[in-house]
């Protein structure tokens, strides 16, 4: 069975000057297999994001239903939830407002395990800086403020957040678009590392077209809320079926990662 299974998803929001919902995503389906990173494309508004969040029931959805390693995620109460939570984490575009500005980088690291308390076994000093060594980055960031860093290294921050509970499944929300490209690359080969030695799940979110298919197996191409694609990555992006997905491959630049 997939890990991660969501059918017929639906949103819709109350129209903003009439009456009546704008539907944003519309009957969307797809699957993620586990160590699989899934690809998710389309212009800004095609809805995207709000699939993710409500993979992660960030969002509720106003139709359908999500099953990640078969547990229910729409049916799950509190306490179903607060496990779920720990197994699914999001790493956002924007790694300065993804973090606060007045904590330290310890701090930082050590907040998910204040929030939902350390996995069995773990001792989170340890595994703080055994992940910023991950990361890339030495100890001495430990004692620092987000301000102090790159936005590279502040992305490598919010990754090392991100993985502090030992998740499963990670939504990548445009975890590069803000950087510059050689620093982006330098990123995106560490989330490469990253799943290759954790096993990770990962859901890609990307305008760009040649990143994913440096990095993804599949891509899901979206358009106006609908799921209008989805195959393998070389093979939508080397031979798009669909005349949007070949306008967004010719809209964006070859990347030198
Ligand atoms: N809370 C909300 N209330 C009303 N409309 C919303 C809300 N959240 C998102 N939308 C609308 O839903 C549509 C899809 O937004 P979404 O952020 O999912 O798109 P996206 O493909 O991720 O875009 P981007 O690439 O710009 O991040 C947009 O038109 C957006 O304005």
Redesign the pocket.
Known sequence: MSFVIAQNLVKE?PAKNAAGK?R?VDDVSLTIERGETLGLV?E???????VARMLLRLVEPTAGSVHVDGVDVLAAGRAGMHALRRRMQVVFQDPYSALNPRMRVRQILLEPCAIHGAPEGMRPEERVRQLLHEVGLDASALDRYPHEFSGGQRQRINIARALMLRPEFLVLD?PVSALDVSVAAQVVNLLRELQRSYGLTYLF?S?SMPLVRYLCDRVAV?QRGKLVEIGEALEVCDHPREAYTQQLIAATPELPV
């Open positions: 929001y704008v944003v389309g800004s508004g095609s809805g995207k994001s709000t445009e979110i305008h979206m």
